[in-house]
């Protein structure tokens, strides 16, 4: 295959997976599932220090830790993005904000405050987040997506740390998914 017929056929494939505009198509994870197959990019990831590492990975259900963001500052602007396919009906994404490993790498690393949440179905709204490490479901109304977009848009700071960490973001899929494995 000739370099340009190469070229071409990448761009096809990441317009493929990636939507229009997505500014989260940098650094990803991918991860078969019961309901779905999803892909959780973000921008950037702080680089691991020691055994601790903070990419996508460490969002999904079972990752341990959590994402960092990796530019300078607090990390506004900075966005997580989960890919599912087949497209599946979700009601709510699954969000724990912070590193809550400890209370004292919790309170150490920003958390998110205010973020601007977007479907590939159209929705979008802002949404303040309470600061706590406890897992919380951030509700939408009930739609067929095929991705959801997370972009912090503020935060509460770190007592030691400029990074902002979130422990968990992905799809609520026993949410619906339960309900279809009932019908059949």
Same mark, same amino acid.
């Given at each position: 295959?000739? %370099?340009?017929? !190469?070229?071409? *056929?990448?761009?096809?494939?990441?317009?493929?997976?990636? &939507?229009?505009?997505?500014?989260?198509? %940098?650094?990803?994870?991918?991860? %078969?599932?019961? /309901?779905?197959? $999803?892909? $959780?990019?973000?921008?950037?990831?702080?680089?691991?220090?020691?055994?601790?590492? /903070? =990419?996508?990975?460490?969002?999904? =259900?079972?990752?341990? =830790? *959590?994402?960092? @963001?990796? #530019?300078?500052?607090?990390?506004? %602007?900075?966005?997580?993005? #989960?890919?599912?396919?087949? @497209?599946?009906?979700? =009601?709510?994404?699954?969000?724990?904000?912070?590193?809550?490993?400890? *209370?004292?790498? /919790?309170? *150490?690393?920003?958390?998110?405050?205010?973020?601007?949440?977007? $479907? +590939?179905?159209?929705?979008?709204?802002?949404?303040? !987040?309470?600061?706590?490490?406890?897992?919380?479901?951030?509700?939408? &109304? &009930?739609?067929? #997506? +095929?991705?959801?977009? !997370?972009?912090?848009?503020?935060?509460? &700071?770190?007592?030691?740390?400029?990074?902002?960490?979130?422990?968990?973001? /992905?799809?609520?899929?026993?949410?619906?998914?339960? !309900?279809? @494995?009932?019908?059949?």
């Amino acid at each position: 295959m000739s %370099g340009r017929a !190469l070229a071409i *056929a990448i761009g096809f494939a990441a317009v493929a997976i990636h &939507p229009a505009g997505s500014a989260a198509a %940098g650094i990803c994870h991918d991860q %078969g599932g019961q /309901y779905a197959d $999803t892909r $959780t990019c973000v921008t950037s990831v702080l680089p691991s220090q020691g055994r601790n590492s /903070y =990419g996508p990975d460490r969002m999904a =259900g079972a990752g341990e =830790g *959590a994402w960092c @963001e990796g #530019v300078p500052g607090s990390g506004i %602007g900075q966005s997580v993005i #989960v890919h599912q396919q087949p @497209e599946q009906t979700i =009601g709510s994404m699954v969000f724990v904000n912070g590193y809550a490993k400890t *209370a004292q790498t /919790y309170r *150490a690393n920003g958390r998110v405050k205010q973020a601007r949440i977007e $479907t +590939s179905g159209g929705y979008a709204r802002t949404v303040t !987040l309470k600061d706590t490490g406890e897992m919380v479901a951030i509700k939408m &109304p &009930p739609s067929n #997506v +095929s991705w959801v977009r !997370l972009t912090i848009i503020d935060v509460y &700071p770190g007592d030691r740390h400029t990074d902002t960490c979130i422990g968990k973001f /992905y799809f609520n899929h026993e949410e619906f998914g339960a !309900l279809e @494995e009932e019908r059949q």
